[in-house]
């Protein structure tokens, strides 16, 4: 199943109306395109922030597109047990199913639009993958995994989940019905989404259909971030051509601009920049390189926590 959907749009809340001569659409900075690589026990990936400056990201740090693949039989793959701290992991499933646990016990499915929001603090293990029933079949699978940095006074709080159900978004269209907007976290255009963010953020899957229109208000002290899933269009008002794997950085203004040339599937992103030195280096995110070998240490001494003996087992 893709993500969330519905049978019609129509009945919708819409986007309001934006003047383009009032309204101060946002030019777009920089187009970059994702190199394609393998993350944890090989399943592929784009690298969506590759080559994009941090000051243009803050306060996101990471963003893999994990997929689309079509796995067949035993194919499967997830991650090992591995590490993080200062920063949180929003892991959202378009398509297949994701199983994770955690060394403090914690775990639980995703699939089909849910949302698995971990918010690492002063440290955590932790586990993804695939249940056994889905590595025997083989199937599709296709998500994004975004690491959200924490400011300085959050990075060593304790550890703590959000399950959000996709049943969960909030969802709109755009004034001509032509687009669906499933806000996951924040806030647009009055609508707000069920994820609680430590740094005020937005993050909202998109589809429009061929020819529509998008002219999404955005809150002016935010970064605007658009990555393509799929499809092809155009994006800001001097119509760059954009497809799949590519991420536009939006400069200054009041709303996003964004136009399909067939159906386009985007992930939209932006936040307050937290303007904080950053010490990062593999799953730990820090503001000194001081606290950045504490972490290492930290979790060379089993610090932060001990693998559990046993898997949890999947629950439908």
Partial sequence: MPAITVDDVLVLPRLPQLDPVTTEFRAV???????QGYEGEGFPVRRAFAGVPMSELDPFIHLDQMGEVDYAPGEPKGTPWHPHRGFETVTYMIDGIMD???????GGSISNSDTQWMTAGSGILHIEAPPEHLVTSGGLFHGLQLWVNLPRAAKMI????QDIRGTKAALLTTPDGGGLIRVIAGEIAGHRGPGSTFTPINLAHITLQPGARLDLPWQTDYNALVYTLAGEGWVGTDMRPVRLG?????GPGEAIRVEAKTELDLFVMGGQPIREPIAHYGPF???TQAELKQAFEDFQKGRLG?????????TD
């Fill in 29 to 35: 900075r920089r187009l970059t395109t994702a190199p």
């Fill in 100 to 106: 994770h646990q955690d060394s403090l016990g914690g």
């Fill in 158 to 161: 304790d550890p703590k989940y």
């Fill in 246 to 250: 590519q991420l536009a950085t939006y």
């Fill in 285 to 287: 995110v820090m503001n």
């Fill in 306 to 314: 001990v693998v559990p003996a046993a898997r949890i087992p999947h």
